[in-house]
């Protein structure tokens, strides 16, 4: 299959290499690229454990006090090997959605054992933190990078999408969604994405480019 990955490269390394390794066809389209945002500094001994959805959260801790023996809770493979290079020794991870992640940390940590802490985009597609806090956790969210949206597709891509028109897109953030909208209506792509499947992460990103007649969208 002809898969388009659209997150940006950091996080799409190690799926990209084992999507290779299945026998498939990897084209890499980013359609938003990742900025710091400038945070105070984090006392790591503040809290019971730490909680991870993307690797640019780990990239741009801005860290007073590290604890390398922090309980550390990762969405994915990418995600895990980002905190191990790091320096994080303790580390659960969840394979797939930000639920996922959610039922794990509530199997594993103990409500009254301390803090939370939420390092994640400006822009989530789910409240992780919200969600904890209703079943009675204390959370600490903090935004420490944001996304700004791609507005050019490589001429090259351009050219293949057209000779070989994506099996499957995946999505994985409403922001995503939006600015993948805009480029295809931008590069007037609809003839080239109604021979494609749409893979969402969560109902809600698929609700932002459900008014695009995909072939099927998941």
Not at 161 to 179: G, L
């Amino acid at each position: 299959m002809h898969i388009v990955i659209t997150r940006p490269k950091e996080e799409s390394l190690y799926l990209i290499e084992n999507l290779i390794k299945l026998g498939h066809m990897v084209t890499h389209l980013p359609v938003i690229k990742i900025q710091k945002l400038e945070t105070k500094k984090i006392n790591l001994l503040n809290y019971q454990a730490i909680i991870f959805t993307s690797s640019n959260a780990i990239k741009f801790m801005n860290i007073e006090t590290f604890n390398s023996k922090i309980k550390c809770f990762c969405v994915g493979k990418a995600t895990e090997l980002s905190a191990r290079q790091f320096g994080f020794i303790n580390i659960f991870t969840s394979e797939g959605t930000v639920d996922s992640l959610t039922e794990l940390i509530v199997r594993t940590l103990d409500i009254k054992s301390g803090k939370l802490l939420y390092l994640s985009s400006e822009f989530i597609s789910k409240d992780l933190d919200k969600d904890l806090i209703n079943v009675g956790y204390a959370v600490d969210r903090i935004s420490n990078y944001t996304s700004l949206p791609v507005e050019e597709i490589d001429e090259k891509i351009l050219d293949f999408f057209n000779k070989k028109p994506p099996d499957v897109v995946f999505i994985y953030s409403s922001k995503s969604a939006k600015n993948l909208f805009n480029l295809i209506n931008k590069y007037s792509l609809l003839n080239v994405v109604t021979q494609s499947n749409l893979m969402c992460i969560s109902e809600k990103v698929l609700l932002v480019l459900k008014q695009i007649k995909w072939k099927k969208a998941f």
